[in-house]
């Protein structure tokens, strides 16, 4: 008996608390933070990016790279868009990437998603994008004795760059991707060749 009569005065001053929280929780403005409650690590004593920094004369917390700084596992690309610039790259740049199943199989895949549309899956410029007509210009054919005349240099700098009217994919495909679309460019080749050798048996 005594024990109930406890616990209704309980269930009473809970209710009465829930009730007074309830009104007290909401603001007029949404304005408000509240109260910190065990702050910690909330404040930083660091400086944050953006703020204000008495340290520096321009009072920028985030700084502007030393000239000339490059990022990490940064190549230099000076070459131009004319076919002089192109010449060179053929003599200057050679493939870092070498032909193992992995690079084979990421340059396969990087040039489905950017070139296939285009050049066509087996590089001969008939892509679906040229054949359904939604794209005028007649891709060039990436195999052939031509293009096997292409240094790898060359086609890198034409995936980099872009060629005619062909657009650039620099920005687009990171540098060691673009190396490995060129040795997959390089695999069609192969296979064309073993393909027109066998007198077109599986085509
Ligand atoms: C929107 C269509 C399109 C896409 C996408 C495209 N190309 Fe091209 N590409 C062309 C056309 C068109 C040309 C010929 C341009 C000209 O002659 O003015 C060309 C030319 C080239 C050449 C120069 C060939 C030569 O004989 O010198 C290379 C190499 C090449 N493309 C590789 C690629 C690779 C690799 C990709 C993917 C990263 C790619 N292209 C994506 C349309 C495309």
Redesign the pocket.
Known sequence: MNKSYISAEIVKAVFLLLIAVFFTSCDRNRNSTGWDYFPDMFYSTAYETFSKNPNFKDGLTMRVPVTGSVPRDFTPFNFTIDPESRMLAGKELKNPESPTAGSLSRGKAV?SA??T???GDKGEGDGN?FTSGL?P????N?TGS??EN?KDG??FH??TLG?????A?GSQ?RTEDRWK?VLH?RELQVKVKETSSAGGIGK
């Open positions: 040039y950017f070139c549309g285009c050049h994008l794209y210009l007649k891709p060039r990436l031509a293009a292409l060359e086609i034409s995936i060629f005619g009217s062909m657009g994919h495909i679309v460019i």
